[in-house]
């Protein structure tokens, strides 16, 4: 079955730190991968997707994540951490063969002054 | 360029009532998907629409329904309501094309229905 694994319900890094938030799929065929942000009482945004046109993806506020077919992950980075990063982080997941994309579970990200 | 917009944001029900919620798609958007999400279930897909027809369905019982218009706009449905239905729906469109929904999801900012 399609699905996504999100290590870690919450994370707490101080301002200026090291962003990681893990992502793991399952699948024996190539995923289409995205990363989306919800901040609170909103909807969800896109913060960057994989379709398989490099394993390194940029996206927007200075997020990257790095596809990694042998470990099948999908982990987000972000090089320093700003207070405005505190939100809910959602790796998603869909298949060529599908037509729906599924989320995992959340990351809560805290960002300590 | 208008957004996802979703009506109503907030509403409260009774168990047993049965609820309609609205979502207008993106322009030119064809494809528009459902969600419930609970703080303990997460984000759970519930039902995707592509040019009036579903697509694809979550496992949700036969109480969650669901329709798309001519003109996309889209809506959902949930009959004799729960405690558990309380969450917040969200709607989502995208460009997708007529296999495959690959692209990115815009999503609205959700109806959040509590159930009493």
């Known amino acids: 079955a399609q699905s996504v694994t999100q290590l870690g319900s919450h994370v707490s890094v101080s301002e200026g730190a090291l962003v990681l938030l893990r992502c793991n799929y399952s699948s024996s065929v190539p995923p289409y991968l995205f990363w989306y942000v919800q901040y609170p009482n909103q909807g969800l945004q896109l913060l960057l997707k994989?379709?398989?046109?490099?394993?390194l993806v940029k996206g927007i506020n200075g997020f990257e994540a790095e596809f990694k077919k042998s470990e099948t992950s999908f982990h987000l980075t972000k090089p320093s951490a700003h207070m405005s990063d505190a939100a809910e982080y959602f790796c998603a997941v869909s298949y060529s063969s599908a037509s729906k994309i599924i989320f995992g579970s959340g990351t809560r990200l805290s960002i300590r002054p | 360029k208008a957004g996802v917009t979703q009506t109503p944001r907030y509403l409260i029900k009774t168990r047993g009532q049965q609820v309609t919620l609205s979502c207008s798609p993106i322009?030119?958007?064809?494809?528009v998907s459902w969600y419930q999400q609970t703080p303990g279930q997460g984000l759970q897909f519930l039902f995707e629409?592509?040019?009036?027809?579903?697509?694809n369905k979550g496992n949700f019982p036969g109480r969650f329904s669901g329709r798309q218009f001519s003109n996309s706009r889209s809506e959902m449905n949930v009959s004799t309501l729960e405690l558990g239905d309380s969450a917040l729906y969200l709607c989502?469109?995208?460009?997708?094309?007529?296999?495959?929904?690959?692209?990115?999801?815009?999503f609205g900012e959700g109806s959040r229905l509590t159930v009493l």
């Open positions: 322009s030119g958007h064809r494809s």
């Open positions: 989502a469109s995208s460009l997708a094309t007529d296999r495959v929904n690959t692209g990115e999801l815009f």
């Open positions: 629409y592509f040019s009036e027809t579903q697509r």
């Open positions: 994989y379709t398989s046109a490099a394993t």
